[in-house]
T-cell receptor, first 114, second 115 residues
Framework: AQSVTQLGSHVSVSEGALVLLRCNYS??????LFWYVQYPNQGLQLLLK????ATLVKGINGFEAEFKKSETSFHLTKPSAHMSDAAEYFC????????????WGAGTKLIIKP | DTGVSQDPRHKITKRGQNVTFRCDPI?????LYWYRQTLGQGPEFLTY????????KSRLLSDRFSAERPKGSFSTLEIQRTEQGDSAMYLC?????????????FGSGTQLSVL
Protein backbone atom coordinates (compact mmCIF):
# COMPACT_ATOMS: atom_id res chain seq x y z
CA ALA A 1 0.00 0.00 0.00
CA GLN A 2 1.12 3.52 -0.66
CA SER A 3 0.90 6.53 1.60
CA VAL A 4 2.03 10.14 1.69
CA THR A 5 3.02 12.26 4.66
CA GLN A 6 3.39 16.00 4.43
CA LEU A 7 5.16 17.46 7.42
CA GLY A 8 3.46 20.58 8.69
CA SER A 9 -0.11 21.54 7.90
CA HIS A 10 1.05 25.18 7.81
CA VAL A 11 4.42 26.62 6.80
CA SER A 12 5.18 30.32 7.14
CA VAL A 13 8.10 32.02 5.40
CA SER A 14 9.08 35.61 4.75
CA GLU A 15 8.90 37.06 1.26
CA GLY A 16 12.23 36.39 -0.44
CA ALA A 17 13.12 33.47 1.82
CA LEU A 18 13.60 29.85 0.82
CA VAL A 19 10.46 27.74 0.58
CA LEU A 20 10.77 24.11 1.68
CA LEU A 21 7.69 21.88 1.81
CA ARG A 22 8.34 18.33 2.94
CA CYS A 23 6.83 15.18 1.51
CA ASN A 24 7.66 11.59 2.43
CA TYR A 25 6.05 8.57 0.87
CA SER A 26 5.87 4.85 1.20
CA UNK A 27 5.58 2.64 -1.82
CA UNK A 28 6.25 -0.99 -2.60
CA UNK A 29 6.91 -0.19 -6.25
CA UNK A 30 8.85 2.59 -7.96
CA UNK A 31 6.63 5.58 -7.38
CA UNK A 32 5.33 8.32 -9.60
CA LEU A 33 5.37 11.51 -7.53
CA PHE A 34 3.42 14.73 -7.95
CA TRP A 35 3.05 18.17 -6.44
CA TYR A 36 -0.19 20.08 -6.95
CA VAL A 37 -1.05 23.62 -5.86
CA GLN A 38 -4.43 25.06 -4.96
CA TYR A 39 -4.72 28.85 -4.95
CA PRO A 40 -7.66 30.38 -3.06
CA ASN A 41 -10.97 29.80 -4.86
CA GLN A 42 -9.26 27.96 -7.72
CA GLY A 43 -8.95 24.35 -8.78
CA LEU A 44 -5.90 22.22 -8.12
CA GLN A 45 -3.19 22.48 -10.73
CA LEU A 46 -0.12 20.41 -11.40
CA LEU A 47 3.15 22.00 -10.32
CA LEU A 48 5.47 19.19 -11.32
CA LYS A 49 5.82 15.44 -11.42
CA UNK A 50 8.48 12.76 -11.32
CA UNK A 51 8.10 9.61 -13.38
CA UNK A 52 11.53 8.29 -14.31
CA UNK A 53 14.93 9.68 -15.17
CA ALA A 54 16.42 12.83 -13.69
CA THR A 55 15.65 13.04 -9.99
CA LEU A 56 15.55 16.85 -9.88
CA VAL A 57 12.30 17.99 -11.45
CA LYS A 58 11.56 21.57 -12.37
CA GLY A 59 8.00 22.85 -12.36
CA ILE A 60 6.05 26.00 -12.93
CA ASN A 61 6.53 29.28 -11.07
CA GLY A 62 10.14 28.53 -10.11
CA PHE A 63 9.40 25.46 -8.00
CA GLU A 64 11.43 22.28 -8.12
CA ALA A 65 11.48 18.97 -6.27
CA GLU A 66 14.05 16.25 -5.83
CA PHE A 67 13.26 12.55 -5.67
CA LYS A 68 15.48 10.88 -3.08
CA LYS A 69 14.85 7.16 -3.09
CA SER A 70 17.06 6.45 -0.08
CA GLU A 71 15.11 8.94 2.00
CA THR A 72 11.71 8.17 0.38
CA SER A 73 11.27 11.90 0.00
CA PHE A 74 10.09 14.35 -2.63
CA HIS A 75 10.47 17.77 -1.01
CA LEU A 76 9.35 20.90 -2.86
CA THR A 77 11.56 23.98 -2.89
CA LYS A 78 11.70 27.48 -4.27
CA PRO A 79 14.72 29.75 -3.68
CA SER A 80 12.79 32.96 -3.09
CA ALA A 81 9.17 33.17 -1.96
CA HIS A 82 6.72 35.62 -3.52
CA MET A 83 3.46 36.78 -2.02
CA SER A 84 1.70 35.09 -4.94
CA ASP A 85 2.98 31.70 -3.76
CA ALA A 86 0.53 31.72 -0.86
CA ALA A 87 -1.59 28.63 -1.47
CA GLU A 88 -2.12 25.05 -0.36
CA TYR A 89 0.30 22.48 -1.72
CA PHE A 90 -0.44 18.78 -2.07
CA CYS A 91 2.01 15.94 -2.60
CA UNK A 92 0.71 12.75 -4.22
CA UNK A 93 2.08 9.31 -5.12
CA UNK A 94 0.94 6.71 -7.60
CA UNK A 95 2.22 3.26 -8.63
CA UNK A 96 1.78 4.31 -12.25
CA UNK A 97 1.10 7.34 -14.39
CA UNK A 98 -2.63 6.69 -13.95
CA UNK A 99 -4.36 9.44 -12.02
CA UNK A 100 -7.07 7.22 -10.54
CA UNK A 101 -4.45 5.54 -8.41
CA UNK A 102 -3.14 8.78 -6.90
CA UNK A 103 -2.78 8.79 -3.12
CA TRP A 104 -2.74 12.32 -1.77
CA GLY A 105 -1.13 13.91 1.23
CA ALA A 106 -3.16 16.09 3.57
CA GLY A 107 -1.71 19.31 2.17
CA THR A 108 0.47 22.12 3.49
CA LYS A 109 -0.76 25.67 3.56
CA LEU A 110 2.06 28.07 2.65
CA ILE A 111 1.84 31.49 4.29
CA ILE A 112 4.04 34.31 3.02
CA LYS A 113 4.91 37.09 5.45
CA PRO A 114 5.63 40.53 3.99
CA ASP B 1 -10.18 26.14 -23.46
CA THR B 2 -12.59 27.40 -20.82
CA GLY B 3 -11.43 25.07 -18.07
CA VAL B 4 -13.37 22.51 -16.06
CA SER B 5 -16.68 23.87 -14.87
CA GLN B 6 -18.67 22.58 -11.89
CA ASP B 7 -22.19 23.46 -10.90
CA PRO B 8 -23.37 24.44 -8.36
CA ARG B 9 -20.47 26.00 -6.41
CA HIS B 10 -22.30 25.44 -3.14
CA LYS B 11 -25.16 23.16 -2.12
CA ILE B 12 -26.90 23.04 1.24
CA THR B 13 -29.32 20.21 1.78
CA LYS B 14 -31.12 18.41 4.55
CA ARG B 15 -30.18 14.91 5.60
CA GLY B 16 -32.05 12.35 3.55
CA GLN B 17 -32.41 14.47 0.44
CA ASN B 18 -30.90 13.61 -2.93
CA VAL B 19 -28.42 15.93 -4.61
CA THR B 20 -26.89 16.02 -8.07
CA PHE B 21 -23.76 17.82 -9.21
CA ARG B 22 -22.66 18.55 -12.74
CA CYS B 23 -19.20 18.71 -14.25
CA ASP B 24 -18.33 20.04 -17.70
CA PRO B 25 -14.81 18.97 -18.63
CA ILE B 26 -12.47 20.66 -21.02
CA UNK B 27 -13.73 19.80 -24.48
CA UNK B 28 -11.98 16.86 -26.12
CA UNK B 29 -10.68 15.53 -22.81
CA UNK B 30 -11.72 11.90 -22.85
CA UNK B 31 -11.06 11.17 -19.17
CA LEU B 32 -13.11 12.60 -16.34
CA TYR B 33 -12.55 12.07 -12.62
CA TRP B 34 -14.54 12.69 -9.46
CA TYR B 35 -12.84 13.24 -6.12
CA ARG B 36 -14.04 14.16 -2.64
CA GLN B 37 -12.07 16.41 -0.30
CA THR B 38 -12.74 17.13 3.35
CA LEU B 39 -11.17 19.87 5.40
CA GLY B 40 -7.54 19.22 6.21
CA GLN B 41 -7.28 16.27 3.83
CA GLY B 42 -6.16 15.68 0.29
CA PRO B 43 -8.56 14.61 -2.44
CA GLU B 44 -9.97 11.10 -2.27
CA PHE B 45 -10.65 9.28 -5.54
CA LEU B 46 -14.28 8.37 -6.18
CA THR B 47 -14.58 7.27 -9.79
CA TYR B 48 -13.43 7.97 -13.32
CA UNK B 49 -14.66 7.71 -16.89
CA UNK B 50 -12.98 7.23 -20.19
CA UNK B 51 -15.45 8.67 -22.65
CA UNK B 52 -18.84 7.32 -21.48
CA UNK B 53 -17.44 4.20 -19.82
CA UNK B 54 -17.02 4.19 -16.05
CA UNK B 55 -13.71 2.37 -15.67
CA UNK B 56 -12.95 2.56 -11.97
CA LYS B 57 -14.93 3.13 -8.82
CA SER B 58 -13.52 3.40 -5.32
CA ARG B 59 -14.31 0.39 -3.16
CA LEU B 60 -15.01 2.83 -0.35
CA LEU B 61 -17.78 4.48 -2.34
CA SER B 62 -21.24 3.89 -0.90
CA ASP B 63 -24.04 2.54 -3.10
CA ARG B 64 -25.79 5.85 -2.49
CA PHE B 65 -23.31 7.46 -4.88
CA SER B 66 -23.73 7.15 -8.63
CA ALA B 67 -22.06 8.89 -11.52
CA GLU B 68 -22.85 9.07 -15.19
CA ARG B 69 -21.29 10.46 -18.30
CA PRO B 70 -23.92 9.58 -20.88
CA LYS B 71 -22.45 11.10 -24.02
CA GLY B 72 -18.84 11.19 -23.03
CA SER B 73 -18.97 14.93 -22.40
CA PHE B 74 -20.43 16.31 -19.15
CA SER B 75 -20.85 14.14 -16.07
CA THR B 76 -23.22 14.09 -13.12
CA LEU B 77 -22.62 12.80 -9.62
CA GLU B 78 -25.72 11.94 -7.59
CA ILE B 79 -25.84 11.26 -3.88
CA GLN B 80 -29.05 9.66 -2.64
CA ARG B 81 -30.32 9.91 0.94
CA THR B 82 -27.56 12.28 1.96
CA GLU B 83 -25.92 11.92 5.37
CA GLN B 84 -24.00 14.48 7.39
CA GLY B 85 -20.81 12.57 6.64
CA ASP B 86 -21.26 13.37 2.97
CA SER B 87 -20.46 17.01 3.67
CA ALA B 88 -17.32 17.74 1.65
CA MET B 89 -15.94 19.45 -1.43
CA TYR B 90 -16.62 17.40 -4.55
CA LEU B 91 -14.00 17.91 -7.21
CA CYS B 92 -14.12 17.09 -10.87
CA UNK B 93 -11.09 16.85 -13.13
CA UNK B 94 -10.53 16.03 -16.75
CA UNK B 95 -7.35 14.96 -18.38
CA UNK B 96 -5.38 15.16 -21.54
CA UNK B 97 -2.59 12.91 -22.66
CA UNK B 98 0.41 13.94 -24.63
CA UNK B 99 4.08 14.63 -24.24
CA UNK B 100 4.82 14.23 -20.55
CA UNK B 101 1.90 11.90 -19.92
CA UNK B 102 -1.58 12.44 -18.54
CA UNK B 103 -2.27 15.81 -16.92
CA UNK B 104 -5.24 16.56 -14.69
CA UNK B 105 -7.20 19.82 -14.89
CA PHE B 106 -9.44 20.44 -11.88
CA GLY B 107 -12.60 22.43 -11.47
CA SER B 108 -13.17 24.67 -8.45
CA GLY B 109 -15.43 22.11 -6.85
CA THR B 110 -18.92 21.88 -5.38
CA GLN B 111 -19.10 22.41 -1.62
CA LEU B 112 -21.82 20.22 -0.11
CA SER B 113 -23.20 20.88 3.35
CA VAL B 114 -25.66 18.36 4.75
CA LEU B 115 -27.66 19.66 7.71
Amino acid sequence: AQSVTQLGSHVSVSEGALVLLRCNYSSSVPPYLFWYVQYPNQGLQLLLKYTTGATLVKGINGFEAEFKKSETSFHLTKPSAHMSDAAEYFCAVSPSDSNYQLIWGAGTKLIIKP
Amino acid sequence: DTGVSQDPRHKITKRGQNVTFRCDPISEHNRLYWYRQTLGQGPEFLTYFQNEAQLEKSRLLSDRFSAERPKGSFSTLEIQRTEQGDSAMYLCASSSTGVGGEKLFFGSGTQLSVL
